[in-house]
């Protein structure tokens, strides 16, 4: 069974940083992209940033498009997203998900194991 855990969220101000970390159980987190989610209050899921099992292949949504950055380390088992000049409309929990295949995807559906989430709050 894989197990995903979120951590790194928190509260900060429009235009500062944070760095979310995802830490995988199991032997085969080098196998498969993993990828990172967000929902907002009263708004549905939306994909955020992917990564390829290998880190040479990433996708973003055009939303945090040069403001966040994926990346990984298969020797820790842990994905990160680095998240840079945050606004308010950051603000959601986030979601690290494991796909099912091995290159970078967008779609929640091709995605089969997720974390718990963690909020990340910008104010104003």
């Known amino acids: 069974q894989v197990q995903l855990v979120e951590s790194g969220g928190g509260l900060v101000q429009a235009g500062g940083s944070l760095r979310l970390s995802c830490a995988a159980s199991?032997?085969?987190?080098?196998?498969?992209?993993m990828g990172w989610f967000r929902q907002a209050p009263g708004k549905e899921r939306e994909f955020v940033a992917a990564?390829?099992?290998?880190?040479?292949?990433?996708d973003y949504a055009d939303s945090v498009k040069g403001r966040f950055t994926i990346s990984r380390d298969n020797a820790k088992n842990t994905v990160y997203l680095q998240m840079n000049s945050l606004t308010t409309e950051d603000t959601a929990v986030y979601y690290c998900?494991?796909?099912?295949?091995?290159?970078?995807?967008?779609?929640?559906?091709?995605?089969?194991?997720w974390g718990q989430g963690t909020q990340v709050t910008v104010s104003s």
């Open positions: 998900a494991r796909s099912a295949y091995s290159g970078a995807r967008t779609s929640s559906t091709d995605y089969n194991y």
């Open positions: 199991g032997r085969t987190f080098s196998s498969y992209a």
């Open positions: 990564i390829s099992w290998s880190g040479g292949s990433t």
